[in-house]
């Protein structure tokens, strides 16, 4: 299954942004953006704390989870000077990636999420092997549903009260898109 096995995190480069490979170092930098409360409505964590995060970027810039069987795979999407976002895959042998994105309040609504998403599939495709990917959104979260379906994305199902946070239950859809080959 692709180079799974020997997998070494790469800058990718999508129209306009660069995907920088996370490390501890962008704790500082990324910490201020984090802060914004408007990233936390459909999701059940609150703003980190800079110690907090600091040490989950340490344990992430291993790329591996502890027992070797998962890729944690993470980007900085930066236009310019600005880190205007993150993605993420959670790559497992099977072929199969769950993945996430967060672009920060001040650069959203851009078409940033849809480069930047684009790009890191295309990389996991070709460079781990990933041949399915899948993601959880809350189904408040039309946004990210919309940025999910124009990616090709479908719905696959509907789980009801997948959480309860803020006050409110949190229904979640799961997605799921096939990697096709380059042509």
């Known amino acids: 299954m692709g180079a799974f096995g020997t997998y070494v995190c790469l800058t990718l480069n999508a129209?306009?942004?660069?995907l920088e490979p996370l490390?501890?170092?962008h704790a500082g930098e990324l910490?201020?953006?984090l802060q914004d409360p408007?990233?936390?409505t459909y999701i059940?964590?609150?703003p980190p704390s800079l110690e907090s995060l600091s040490a989950r970027y340490a344990r992430l810039q291993s790329r591996r989870s502890p027992d070797g069987n998962e890729l944690w795979l993470n980007w900085v999407a930066r236009r310019g000077d600005?880190?205007?976002g993150t993605v993420q895959a959670t790559c497992r042998p099977d072929g199969v990636a769950a993945i996430a994105y967060d672009i920060f309040v001040p650069f959203q609504r851009r078409g940033l999420a849809t480069k930047a998403v684009t790009a890191?599939?295309?990389h996991v495709r070709?460079?781990?092997g990933i041949t399915t990917a899948k993601a959880l959104v809350d189904t408040r979260n039309t946004a990210s549903i919309r940025l999910l379906e124009r990616l090709g994305f479908s719905r696959m199902r509907l789980i009801e009260n997948a959480d309860h946070f803020k006050g409110a239950r949190s229904d979640e859809y799961e997605y799921a898109r096939e990697l096709k080959a380059a042509t």
């Not at 129209?15 to 660069?18: D, S």
């Open 31 to 33: 910490f201020p953006r």
């Open 38 to 40: 408007a990233l936390y």
């Open 126 to 128: 070709a460079a781990a």
């Open 120 to 122: 890191m599939l295309d």
């Open 44 to 46: 059940p964590q609150d």
């Open 15 to 18: 129209p306009g942004l660069v």
């Open 82 to 84: 600005d880190a205007v």
């Open 23 to 25: 490390t501890a170092a």
